[in-house]
């Protein structure tokens, strides 16, 4: 895939990730978080500042902000932008629509599929993968 898309993507999460922890009134400690992030100087610190911060997300914004955590690691991993399911790699207008996307839309629309077929409603989690590009099959 190509690096400078990747790189794009990537600051847009960093900037959406920033907006979120702002929002929820965490703006003075946001920047902290995010450099003990990259450094990862003291990890039980951070854990416990995202502990706190998580009390007054709210549980959407929690998970986006999981979300995207998840595919800054897959950025930093080498990862991003290869489908978890099949290894394929995920179009790059998915990716520029849903920067979280984990599964190409194949295989998003399948686990739809199943989900459905068993009856379950999906988590807010699992429908940030279902959302698919319109037009896009």
């Known amino acids: 895939m190509n690096k400078q898309l990747i790189a794009e993507l990537a600051e847009e999460l960093k900037r959406k990730r920033s907006s979120l922890l702002f929002d929820a009134g965490c703006g003075e400690i946001a920047p ?3 450099e003990e992030r ?3 100087i003291d990890e039980y610190t951070q854990a416990d500042r995202a502990a706190n911060l998580t009390i ?4 959407r914004e929690h998970e ?3 979300a995207i955590d998840l595919a800054l690691d ?3 991993g080498g990862t991003y932008g290869i489908c978890q399911s099949c290894g394929d790699e995920i179009k790059p207008a998915r990716l520029k629509a849903l920067p979280t996307a ?3 839309i194949d295989c998003a629309k399948d686990k739809e599929k199943k989900t459905r077929t068993a009856g379950n409603s999906p ?3 699992s429908r940030i993968d279902f959302d698919f590009v319109e ?3």
């Open 123 to 125: 988590t807010l989690y």
């Open 102 to 104: 984990i599964l190409c």
């Open 74 to 76: 897959r950025v930093a």
């Open 135 to 137: 037009g896009e099959t």
């Open 38 to 40: 990259e450094s990862e």
């Open 64 to 66: 986006t902000l999981r």
């Open 32 to 34: 902290e978080i995010v």
């Open 56 to 59: 007054h997300l709210k549980e």
